[in-house]
């Protein structure tokens, strides 16, 4: 223990920081095997920072880069500098299918994945999006009782009458939907075959007995709100999983920035983003507005990225259209 003492004492004056390096050390000395998540993004950043601070000659780090086939040139050129920082292999796995591919055979995302996901399927199913509430059965469409009781508000509420997985999260989205019905293919499959399946896929190759990615309780979305805490045992013969920046605001990102000199990648440090991920991603309210800047750097990524998602954009910006003549 001398060496993580000699780390501790000098970790900046930051519970989170302080905890968190502590905590990591403790669940990698109790395992053998760990998958890292690494994105280029300026979370899996600080994630390998600190692993690297805190690893033993105890647990093997495999760290692990999905390439969804739409990513940053900023983003690859940033992982060979963390491999040759850190001393380290980061394998670049690519999916059955890439976005491109996805998005041709199943549909473009629109809003976030919860909202691409129903519509897709209600799409699937000949949904009559004008339909009332009392024809829109099961048998009428089949097997997506679910996605009918979120389109009609039909999932219980929670006790302060509101529930994420419900289309009056979105404002007038079904009113706008029912004025203006989709006249292109929806889904959130892309992000399916290129994370999920690819993650999926390499765990059972290597076989690890610990995840790690670097998911923030701060982001919200879906993911957050089924999980509770930084740590989730092993399940269903599923590996343990951890995520050490759980608990992390951004200003503990700051703090642990500066005190370790840590360099993002040029998408924050000279594009100006504040997030990387998939390129121009529907499911980010700014995909439009970070294109224009991606047009300023990396022009040939900012037009492979409208060809894909175009239809979403121009459908979005008529929602947004929509509810401000509504506010008038």
């Not at 600190?50 to 690893?55: A, N, P, Q, R, T």
């Not at 992982?79 to 670049?92: M, N, P, Q, S, W």
């Not at 092993?234 to 503990?252: I, K």
Request: charged share 30%; hydrophobic share 30%; proline share 4%.
């Amino acid at each position: 223990m001398n060496d993580i003492k000699a780390l501790l004492d000098a970790v900046p004056n930051n519970k989170n920081i302080f905890t968190t390096l502590l905590k990591a050390h403790s669940i990698l000395s109790s395992h053998t095997k760990c998958a890292v998540s690494v994105s280029g993004g300026s979370d899996s950043d600080i994630v390998m920072d600190l692993l690297e601070l805190v690893k033993s000659d105890s647990c093997e780090l495999a760290y692990v880069f999905f390439d969804t086939g739409l990513e940053y040139t900023a983003t690859k050129q940033h992982l060979d500098a963390l491999e040759h920082k850190y001393g380290a292999t980061i394998h670049r796995r690519k999916p059955r299918k890439t976005i491109p591919i996805a998005c041709r055979e199943h549909g473009i995302p629109f809003i976030s994945k919860d909202v691409s996901d129903v519509f897709g399927r209600l799409q699937r199913h000949g949904f009559d999006w004008s339909d009332i509430a009392e024809n829109a059965t099961a048998e009428k469409y089949g097997r997506c009782k679910s996605a009918l009781d979120w389109y009609f508000s039909r999932r219980p509420m929670s006790r302060n009458g509101t529930s994420i997985f419900d289309i009056k999260r979105y404002k007038l989205l079904r009113e706008f939907v029912i004025a203006n019905p989709p006249a292109f293919k929806i889904s959130e499959r892309c992000c399916y075959y290129t994370k999920k399946q690819t993650s999926t896929d390499f765990h059972r190759e290597y076989k690890p007995d610990l995840v790690i990615t670097g998911m923030r309780r701060a982001e919200g979305g879906r993911r957050a709100g089924s999980i509770s805490s930084c740590f989730t045992p092993q399940s269903n013969q599923s590996p343990d999983s951890y995520r050490p920046l759980w608990f992390w605001t951004d200003e503990d990102k700051a703090i642990y920035k500066l005190w370790r000199d840590i360099r993002y990648s040029d998408c924050y440090e000279i594009y100006g983003m504040k997030r990387t991920g998939c390129v121009g991603c529907p499911c980010n309210s700014r995909a439009e507005q970070e294109l224009e800047i991606t047009k300023r750097f990396e022009p040939h990524t900012a037009k492979a990225a409208r060809n894909i998602f175009g239809a979403s954009y121009i459908y979005r910006r008529q929602y947004a259209e929509f509810k401000s003549s509504f506010a008038r």
